[in-house]
């Protein structure tokens, strides 16, 4: 374990907090402990690489507020995926995200009669707020910390999407998760049910002939394996709505680099499952991140 997770360090720091009035200048701050409020997933959420987590991104505590910018890359076997965005957390209880997407389908998109390096994208916003539970401070109970969100998407070729057998160009999903930090085994583990009916994460429109909204589920398990070095896994499964092609679950796994509290580099492999006839897209995973 190093200083920054020990929870003798951690009581001290919390008590130092609560013994000094806010001011104005201590608004923007980073007083949480370093990784614990996860990164960015590829829809603008704080948590993994594929999944939300109930924490509040950013480093701000209850009397700060943080925030972050991310680039996230993935190169399939097919085609090629970005999301960039920007993330605030409010005092740790509110967190709004916006993100923008990019599905460059490269010569498959010839194949599939589109035209070669046709691009699905879409925008996310989403919000966040905490129920109950501290992931970091209630380290003598299970409780995890505990938060729901909302995600607006709205893809941009709505004529193309219901051609290929969705309903509708935009969507909503309703998620909740549930995030325990065990300090002293330096883990992060997450779980969450989210409800939707997004094809391709909503890339490829909504509902369809197999169904419309589902309940899916979303993990994590992160481990810190020194200060400022981590690995982790996400499992995502994912609903089956279009009649053209399977859609399947989605995996992934990484390090992450955090050299301070505003860098992070994620770096990985994630399987993404079948996408348009095409078989599973798996490849490499990137993700940047700077903020406070």
């Known amino acids: 374990m190093t200083s920054d ?6 009581i001290a720091g919390l008590l130092a907090a609560a013994s000094q009035p806010a001011t104005a200048d201590d ?3 980073s007083g949480k402990l370093l990784a614990t409020p996860g990164v960015i997933q590829a829809e603008g959420a704080g948590g993994a690489g594929l999944a939300a987590w109930a924490t509040i991104s950013g480093y701000g505590t209850d009397r700060e507020i943080g925030a972050n910018a991310h680039y996230t890359l993935v190169a399939l076997d097919d085609f090629t995926f970005q999301s960039a965005g ?9 967190e709004l995200s916006f993100a923008k997407q990019w599905f460059d389908t490269g010569s498959a998109g010839g194949r599939l009669g589109l035209g070669d390096g046709f691009n ?10 905490r129920l109950f539970g501290d992931a970091v401070y209630d380290q003598d109970t299970w409780m995890p910390q505990v938060a729901a ?12 999407v219901r051609y290929v057998g969705a309903k509708d160009d935009d969507g909503v999903d309703f998620y909740v998760a549930a995030t325990k930090i065990l300090l002293n085994e330096s883990l992060v583990l997450s779980a969450g049910a989210r409800l939707t009916e997004a094809n391709h994460f909503g890339l490829v429109g909504f509902g369809g002939p197999n169904g419309d909204h589902s309940l899916q589920f979303e993990g994590s398990a992160v481990y810190l394996v020194d200060e400022g070095w981590l690995i982790g896994a996400d499992y995502r499964t ?3 709505n279009l009649a053209f092609a399977e859609e399947g679950n989605a995996w992934a796994a990484y ?38």
């Open 255 to 292: 390090g992450v680099w955090m050299p301070n509290k505003h860098i992070s580099v994620t770096l990985g492999y994630a399987d993404l499952g079948p996408i348009a006839l095409q078989g599973r897209q798996n490849g490499l995973y990137l993700s940047l991140q700077t903020g406070f």
């Open 238 to 240: 994912k609903p089956d």
């Open 120 to 129: 699905f994208n879409q925008d996310v916003v989403g919000a966040k707020v």
């Open 149 to 160: 969100g909302i995600m607006y998407k709205k893809a941009d070729k709505g004529d193309i």
């Open 27 to 29: 608004l923007f701050g």
């Open 86 to 94: 920007v993330t605030v957390g409010l005092f740790d209880r509110v």
């Open 5 to 10: 997770w020990k929870p003798a360090f951690l």
